[in-house]
């Protein structure tokens, strides 16, 4: 046996679940350090200035790994659908994006981007497969693309309609078990970033 087969046994005993099957062409699992813990097994005794969040006693078994030290993550493939976010904007209220308001939105996700355009119908044609996807009421879009190239077709009603082209990149960070803790961020490295301008 292996010794990731072993880990994971201990994984599967201590965790009562073992997610090793790789769920897209060309994924490969990897025992990693936990990263909450740094591998210690237990939560910082004085990690939290104020009360810690639910479920996380300081001193206690990690919440990450759960004192296992070591957590499976996920090698991503080629295949493995990545993020791609962005907005929709009025060209004629958005000639450039300043940066400072890019950094603003950012921090304001839920408040309208500048110039937003709500409800512009995305749709992104790549290889053999299509999807959809609609601007929210802040001008954003979200959405899990398998990296290539895409053909996005862009409408909006007072529009004219729009074709682009994007390349979604494959992601590069291991993805840790989504379960394994409170919150998980997103790599925001492993992110496409797709802002659209209409009309103008
Ligand atoms: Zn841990």
Redesign the pocket.
């Known amino acids: 046996m292996t010794k990731l087969g072993l880990s994971c046994l201990t994984a599967l005993a201590l965790l009562g679940g073992c997610s090793s099957a790789p769920k897209y062409p060309g994924d490969r699992t990897e025992m990693r350090t936990?990263?909450?813990?740094?591998?210690?097994?237990?939560e910082a005794a004085d990690a939290y200035d104020g009360s810690p969040p639910p479920g996380v006693t300081p001193g206690g078994p990690?919440?990450?790994?759960?004192?296992?030290?070591n957590?499976s993550v996920t090698i991503p493939g080629p295949k493995h659908p990545a993020w791609v976010k962005g907005t929709v904007r009025d060209g004629s209220k958005v000639q450039a994006i300043p940066v400072e308001a890019l950094l603003l939105e950012n921090q304001r996700p839920m408040q309208p981007v500048l110039g937003a355009v709500t409800g512009a119908k995305l749709h992104f044609e790549g290889g053999s497969r299509a999807l959809d996807t609609v601007s929210n009421g802040t001008g954003r879009f979200k959405l899990m693309l398998e990296p290539g190239r895409y053909k996005v077709h862009i409408s909006a009603p007072g529009f004219p309609d729009r074709d682009e082209a994007l390349e979604v990149a494959p992601r590069r960070e291991p993805i840790w078990q989504e379960r394994a803790k409170l919150v998980t961020p997103e790599g925001a490295a492993d992110e496409t970033v797709f802002d659209v301008l209409l009309g103008g």
């Open positions: 936990c990263r909450w813990c740094s591998g210690t097994g237990v990690c919440v990450g790994c759960r004192g296992a030290k957590l």
